[in-house]
């Protein structure tokens, strides 16, 4: 790189089909990184607005049938998709994954840094849950049959692929082990952000509990509905996805769904809600820090991200086992009179955009500068 010239930066993501936590921080990276275009597997613009506007590059299979909507249907294309963009203009490749995306293939004068979400769920961690619970319908029988031989090729892709990555970051403690087991790798911890602004102090008119999730079996919204259900207590769930009958078909009269609302209705579920339940063993959980932005307390499961952003007895308290049981024992010892929103707003402002912002920057100025030296010494 010429002495002067900024840096050359490309970011990368698994998929721009959906809003989710990986989708703010590609935001998030565009915004530290404005000039820097987006590479993905597939995108749908009416599905994410925001990045219509922007320089997003996409792959092969952007025009195939399905993969706009069923992008879990083509991983060993996605791993070809990944591996055919080439990244040779570019000093900086930061690539946001939680799947394929840090399969790119960087020449050695390109530092390639990966955003990690989590090692790929399916793969590793969770490969029994979803083989259990495969989400595909009436297709679940046939891909459950085909997952033991697919994923054990895959395994050693994505264990390759990481291998390519020369500096990873976690975005949680917990993620941080997961890479260190599944990929051998160290990492350097820095936390996705919320956009805390957006969300006000809610007003003392609390009226139940909300879960903001997506419906699918790993977030264990189950819980939620039937622990209230059970309670007789209101419960609004904001969200849609395959779960979203099985769970109505379980629900009182005091469960609400809401379906897949927009940023305003979500932001005031969040403000109206007595408390905020987090039921999934989350990579981290960016839902639990903006109802905690709205002046929400939390009431999570005691394992996973959320431990690292939930302050037990002040921005929130957790329930032990992922049981209904467990919840239902948590709800009924909650006290709502017991939390500040004033402290716990001023908590959730730790994670904004502003803070990630400034050290992602400068953890990519840091290792491209390493980075740099090493391959002068070489």
Same mark, same amino acid.
């Given at each position: 790189?010429?002495?002067?010239?900024? #840096?050359?930066?490309?970011?990368?993501?698994?998929?721009? *089909?959906?809003?989710?936590?990986?989708?703010?921080?590609?935001?998030?990276?565009?915004?530290?990184? #404005?000039?820097?275009?987006?590479?993905?597997?597939?995108?749908?613009?009416?599905?994410?607005?925001?990045?219509?506007?922007?320089?997003?590059?996409?792959?092969?299979? +952007?025009?195939?049938?399905?993969?706009?909507?069923?992008?879990?249907?083509? $991983?060993?294309?996605?791993?070809?998709?990944?591996?055919?963009?080439?990244?040779?203009?570019?000093?900086?490749?930061?690539?946001?994954?939680?799947?394929? @995306?840090?399969? !790119?293939?960087?020449?050695?004068? *390109?530092?390639?840094?990966?955003?990690?979400?989590?090692? *790929?769920?399916?793969?590793?961690?969770?490969?029994?849950?979803?083989?259990?619970?495969?989400?595909?319908?009436?297709?679940? $029988?046939?891909?459950?049959?085909?997952?033991?031989?697919?994923?054990?090729?895959?395994?050693?892709?994505?264990?390759?692929?990481?291998?390519?990555?020369?500096?990873?970051? @976690? =975005?949680? +403690?917990?993620?941080?082990?997961?890479?260190?087991?599944?990929?051998?790798?160290?990492? &350097?911890?820095?936390? $996705?952000?919320?956009?805390?602004?957006? %969300?006000?102090?809610?007003?003392?008119?609390? =009226?139940?509990?909300?879960?903001?999730?997506?419906?699918?079996?790993?977030?264990?919204?189950?819980?939620? !509905?039937?622990?209230?259900?059970?309670? =007789?207590?209101?419960?609004? !769930?904001?969200?849609?996805?395959?779960?979203?009958?099985?769970?109505?078909?379980?629900?009182?009269? &005091?469960?609400?769904?809401?379906?897949?609302?927009?940023?305003?209705?979500?932001? +005031?579920?969040?403000?109206?809600?007595?408390?905020?339940?987090?039921?999934?063993?989350?990579?981290?959980?960016?839902?639990?820090?903006?109802?905690?932005? @709205?002046?929400?307390?939390?009431?999570?499961?005691?394992?996973?991200?959320?431990?690292?952003?939930?302050?037990?007895?002040?921005?929130?308290?957790?329930?032990?086992?992922?049981?209904?049981?467990?919840?239902? @024992?948590?709800?009924?010892?909650?006290?709502?009179?017991?939390?500040?929103?004033?402290?716990?707003?001023?908590?959730?402002?730790?994670?904004?955009?502003?803070?990630?912002?400034?050290?992602?920057?400068? %953890?990519?100025?840091?290792?491209?500068?390493?980075?740099?030296?090493?391959?002068?010494?070489?």
């Amino acid at each position: 790189m010429a002495k002067g010239r900024k #840096p050359r930066v490309a970011i990368v993501h698994d998929w721009l *089909t959906n809003q989710g936590g990986g989708e703010r921080v590609v935001w998030a990276l565009h915004q530290a990184f #404005p000039e820097a275009p987006i590479y993905t597997s597939v995108f749908n613009p009416e599905s994410l607005p925001q990045f219509a506007n922007l320089d997003v590059r996409t792959s092969f299979l +952007q025009h195939w049938p399905l993969a706009k909507t069923k992008h879990q249907l083509f $991983p060993t294309q996605r791993t070809l998709a990944f591996e055919s963009f080439d990244f040779s203009a570019y000093d900086v490749v930061i690539s946001s994954s939680s799947a394929e @995306a840090k399969g !790119v293939i960087t020449k050695p004068n *390109t530092l390639h840094i990966c955003y990690c979400h989590t090692p *790929t769920r399916y793969y590793w961690s969770d490969y029994a849950q979803y083989r259990r619970s495969t989400g595909f319908g009436i297709l679940s $029988p046939l891909v459950r049959l085909a997952m033991p031989r697919l994923v054990e090729r895959m395994r050693i892709w994505d264990f390759a692929a990481a291998q390519r990555v020369d500096s990873f970051i @976690a =975005n949680s +403690q917990y993620v941080q082990q997961r890479i260190a087991k599944y990929y051998r790798c160290p990492s &350097t911890v820095i936390n $996705p952000p919320i956009q805390a602004e957006r %969300f006000k102090l809610g007003t003392n008119l609390r =009226n139940g509990f909300v879960v903001v999730s997506r419906l699918i079996p790993y977030k264990r919204v189950d819980l939620a !509905v039937r622990a209230c259900t059970e309670l =007789n207590l209101p419960l609004t !769930v904001v969200g849609d996805g395959s779960e979203m009958d099985s769970l109505k078909a379980m629900a009182s009269p &005091t469960v609400k769904f809401l379906g897949r609302a927009g940023d305003t209705e979500t932001e +005031q579920a969040y403000a109206s809600a007595t408390a905020f339940i987090f039921p999934a063993d989350e990579d981290f959980g960016l839902t639990p820090l903006e109802a905690m932005a @709205a002046g929400t307390p939390v009431i999570a499961y005691g394992k996973g991200g959320a431990t690292e952003t939930v302050v037990d007895g002040t921005t929130g308290t957790f329930f032990a086992e992922q049981t209904v049981a467990s919840l239902k @024992a948590a709800l009924q010892a909650f006290d709502p009179k017991a939390y500040d929103p004033a402290k716990i707003r001023v908590h959730a402002k730790q994670f904004d955009e502003a803070v990630f912002i400034k050290k992602i920057q400068k %953890f990519v100025a840091d290792n491209l500068k390493e980075y740099q030296k090493k391959l002068k010494s070489d």
